[in-house]
């Protein structure tokens, strides 16, 4: 089967191409729901699933099923791909539905939008964001179709990620941050995943991980941002790796990868909260430091929050340049395009 995408073009390249791509698969995921949900959930569903975005957790799995095989991206693999794509995507804006909300960060735009319980009102927000969690572990399923092992070892990364162990238990750390909190040595959506992993592989990629730390008093920071940002961003080129048919080395190191990713994105997000405009980002601004909230900014500052994070790019490249990839290009600027991101 011809090539879709090739490793070595640009990361643009794939951005604008897999963008619309993703898009148009969302799109027919809600119109197959028309005979079976009330029309109203619906919309609110699509409203939020469907509304501009950077689409970067469902790149994320496009880019990592082809480079743990080292080669080009097929539309056979794409396909293969899909639903993972499309469940971290769901995953990604019930989340945010739920943030939004007047009991959690109580935010009236998204994505240069009214949010959801603002479009429509607080119940069908909240019960959208049900909605697209349960739907999500549906399209996953679809992984069942051609490998029943891919597709538990999937649902196991997923579920945990978005669950307690993560994303959710990220959110209650935000809501009742705990300074004295200590961040995992490991991963949380490496837990128990790799038990061929060598030991010595392990314990080394495990004490870089846990000295990644800026300085200790942050740990709970680290922890926090680890959980509620951090473990959707590594689920999603973990997933990646699994369609791919990733090693054991190749999805252990992609967690790690994801993990140093996920917070570099988050402190950039800081970084951008006091740095950028409203319309840059589609969102309020400056409401961090409004509602007392403990940031990387109001921490280290911007100089040194900007050196944290160039810290983690070096550390998440130095998961993927080594001989367990054969063509890390596409990850590696992955890490370029999210310190540099200016929205």
């Known amino acids: 089967m011809s090539d879709f995408l090739k490793l070595t073009d640009s990361l643009s390249l794939w951005f604008s191409t897999l963008r619309p791509y993703i898009d148009a698969e969302l799109q027919k995921a809600c119109a197959n729901l028309k005979q079976d949900v009330p029309a109203r959930l619906l919309e609110s569903m699509s409203y939020s699933l469907l509304a501009p975005g950077k689409r970067l957790r469902p790149l994320l799995v496009c880019i990592a099923a082809p480079t743990v095989k080292g080669e080009n991206l097929t539309l056979e693999l794409l396909q293969e791909a899909t639903p993972a794509a499309l469940a971290v995507e769901m995953i990604h804006a019930y989340s945010l539905i739920h943030d939004d909300l007047p009991a959690m960060d109580d935010d009236d735009f998204r994505r240069g939008r009214p949010t959801n319980h603002k479009q429509f009102d607080e119940a069908t927000a909240i019960l959208a964001g049900d909605a697209l969690q349960t739907f999500s572990f549906e399209i996953l399923g679809k992984l069942g179709e051609i490998s029943s092992r891919r597709a538990v070892r999937a649902f196991r990364i997923l579920s945990r ?30 837990y128990g995943c790799f038990p061929s992993i060598s030991e010595a592989l392990e314990t080394e990629e495990l004490r870089r991980f846990g000295a990644s730390s800026w300085k200790p008093e942050l740990r709970a920071l680290e922890s926090m941002q680890d959980r509620k940002t951090g473990a959707l961003i590594t689920a999603s080129v973990m997933l990646g790796g699994v369609v791919g048919g990733a090693t054991e080395e190749q999805l252990f190191r992609l967690g790690l990868y994801g993990q140093y990713l996920g917070l570099m994105f988050q402190i950039t997000d800081d970084l951008l909260d006091v740095t950028s405009t409203a319309e840059q980002m589609g969102k309020k601004v400056g409401k961090d430091d409004e509602k007392g909230k403990v940031t990387w900014v109001n921490h280290l500052g911007i100089d040194d929050s900007r050196r944290y994070v160039s810290r983690l790019a070096a550390l998440a490249k130095g998961e993927v340049t080594v001989k367990a990839f054969s063509d890390p290009s596409l990850l590696v600027q992955l890490v370029d395009y999210v310190e540099q991101r200016t929205h």
């Open 161 to 190: 990620a978005a669950g307690s162990p993560g994303m959710v238990g990220g959110q209650m750390d935000d809501i009742q941050f705990t300074p004295n909190a200590l961040r995992p040595v490991l991963p949380l959506t490496l």
